[in-house]
């Protein structure tokens, strides 16, 4: 069993000293040698509740920016100063199992997510009525999830998950972001399935070394993200900050049992950009936007304005999902389509990004390599990464 003092997550055991209830005392030795497949589980489910608080906290960051943006008011700028988020995400969640509630717990305690923000759809809403009663929406019913909610998490089995696709791929426009933590389908899937691009899923690496570190799973995942030192390894920045193990691979000492790899890191980027441009904020303003949210600062010495600006230049044509400002003469125009006509009355198209294909976008681009090349840059980040759980985490 994972000795206390070794555990990489900082719980104790209480079955640590007592052999006969520890958990590897009935496997068999061929048994035995799939355990490091426990730990890996944990430690990625650890891993979502990790990414889903990160995502959820920067794109109410970006919100409150876009809002202050678009309305240059007194108490716009008064909302801003006073740290209150000027538009926060309406939270969708779809299936609520062990996961989903351990997901809207972390998202109540460390993304400062309100109950009336929450929608919750499952198959049997009279189990939450513990979060009905605490003012969250319950109900078995999909469309209403997806029509209502901007970020809208998928926690459902495979073998519903087509069921669910088919019902939500109507009602989703491009202000909205699908989180999915479907097993088995990719964002890739996903994203020809229902016709939609703006999909995220959590990607987790792992090597021979790292499957060898020590984890505990004694606890639940979720009150995992009460340690700092730990929630910040999970950012995929972190593990540059490790020493090279083997030059020809240029591997690194790997600092958790499975770990987020950078496409998740630049998707989450983009998506808040492609939110900001979905609002109609025009490309200069986007990236300032984007600068500050994921560095909290506009003042760094190299900012993500020239990178972005140029990045439709270096990504490959398949992760362009929709031109701006591309005028159809269909009556089906999408909500896009509309948009982009209207906003190219008044301002020229080159004013604004493209609509990014988010399961295109990876980790060759410009931006991921100023990232790894830069170490101011990445403590940055990775500062602000930590920060989305300072509000409520105990030191």
Known sequence: ???????????????????????????????????????????????????????VSVMNATRKEVFVAKNKTRAAQRI???GIDGDPAKIGIIGCGRLGRQLIKVLKTYSNVSNELIYVSTRRPESLSDFANAGMNVDFNNVWVASKCDVIFICCLPAVVNQICA????????????????????????????NFTNIIKPDFNWTDLSSKLPWSVAVLPSDCLGKKQLV???????????????D??????????????????MRVVYACVNYATSQQVMSDVAVDIANKVFFQSVKMETTMKEILLEEHFHLPPESVATQLFETTESDHSTYLEQTNISMHQSTPAEAYFPYWDLTSVG???????VLKG???LRRAFIKRFS???DKVIQF
Not at 248 to 265: A, C, G, N, T
Request: proline share 5%; charged share 20%; with cysteine.
């Open 232 to 246: 910040e390894k999970f950012c995929p920045l972190f593990e540059l900050t490790q020493p090279i193990v083997d």
């Open 80 to 82: 801003m100063q006073m």
């Open 374 to 376: 830069s170490k101011s």
């Open 248 to 265: 020809e691979s240029e591997e690194r000492l790997p600092v958790l049992p499975v770990f987020l790899d950078m496409h998740w890191l």
């Open 167 to 194: 019902e939500i791929k109507n009602h989703l426009t491009p202000d909205k972001l699908i989180y999915s933590f479907v097993a088995g389908y990719t964002a890739k899937k996903m994203a020809n399935i229902m």
């Open 363 to 369: 980790s060759k681009v410009q931006l991921a390599d």
């Open 1 to 55: 069993m994972l000795k206390d003092k070794d555990n990489s997550n900082g719980h104790m055991d209480i079955s640590d000293s007592l052999p006969s209830l520890q958990f590897e005392t009935a496997l068999t030795a061929e048994q035995s040698l799939l355990l490091p497949l426990r730990s890996r589980a944990h430690c990625s489910t650890t891993g979502c509740l990790v990414s889903a608080c990160y995502l």
């Open 387 to 389: 920060a989305s759980f």
